[in-house]
């Protein structure tokens, strides 16, 4: 069945990093675009960064422009989101999301479980 | 940026009740508005893409209307499963960009 798995959640000291994985199956994940959503504890939903069905394109929320990258291996159809500079204000739910389309965003069909990170002292 | 605006914030109905949540944009976003429905503990799900289209499997008491600004999701009957929060969600792809509106948290009265 369509399924995305996330991994790589935990507990990180401000300024530190992580990296976050989603692996896909059930679909041909080289054919779509990707997305992070996060959502932090008791509030809504925030996009955080898309990636072209090949990688050539990547687009960010302002929140985490330059210290998040996002990344794609297709022969592992694993996508993947490293995280340096955390913040406080980095913890939440992180779900990774397939889109409609391969290189636009449009809309989340099918979404992960989420893997929690949470960035404190 | 654009902005998406979404009311109310939290509403209370009976079983087979008919319940609406609206969802404003800042700008003209055309028909680029999604409807997603979260149960506590779980990931979205997606239910209306394109301000009005049903997602496959979703049921047809679900719908959306609107176009321009102002948009309109529907539950015509409330059914003690729909309980959950809506989130509307918009896209733009010059310069790309994907906002939320803040959610709509539906209970049972």
């Known amino acids: 069945q369509v399924q995305l798995v996330e991994s790589g959640g935990g507990v990180v000291q401000p300024g530190g990093s992580l990296r976050l994985s989603c692996a896909a199956s059930g679909f041909t994940f080289s054919s779509y675009g990707m997305h992070w959503v996060r959502q932090a504890p008791g509030k809504g939903l925030e996009w955080v960064a898309f990636i072209r069905y090949d990688g050539s394109n990547k687009y960010y929320a302002d929140s985490v422009k330059g210290r998040f990258t996002i990344s794609r291996d297709n022969s592992k159809n694993t996508l993947y989101l490293q995280m340096n500079s955390l913040r406080a204000e980095d913890t939440a739910v992180y779900y990774c999301?397939?889109?409609?389309?391969?290189?636009?965003?449009?809309?989340?069909?099918?979404w992960g479980q989420g893997t929690m990170v949470t960035v404190s002292s | 940026d654009i902005q998406m605006t979404q009311s109310p914030s939290s509403l209370s109905a009976s079983v087979g009740d008919r319940v609406t949540i609206t969802c404003q944009a800042s700008q003209d976003i055309s028909n680029y508005l999604n409807w997603y429905q979260q149960k506590p503990g779980k990931a979205p799900k997606l239910l209306i893409y394109?301000?009005?289209n049903l997602e496959t499997g979703v049921p047809s008491r679900f719908s959306g209307s609107g176009s321009g600004t102002d948009f309109t999701f529907t539950i015509s009957s409330l059914q003690p499963e729909d309980i959950a929060t809506y989130y509307c969600?918009?896209?733009?792809?010059?310069?790309?960009?994907?906002?939320f509106g803040g959610g709509t948290k539906v209970e049972i009265k």
């Open positions: 394109d301000a009005s």
């Open positions: 969600q918009q896209y733009d792809n010059l310069p790309p960009a994907l906002t």
């Open positions: 999301a397939k889109d409609f389309l391969a290189a636009r965003l449009h809309a989340f069909d099918i």
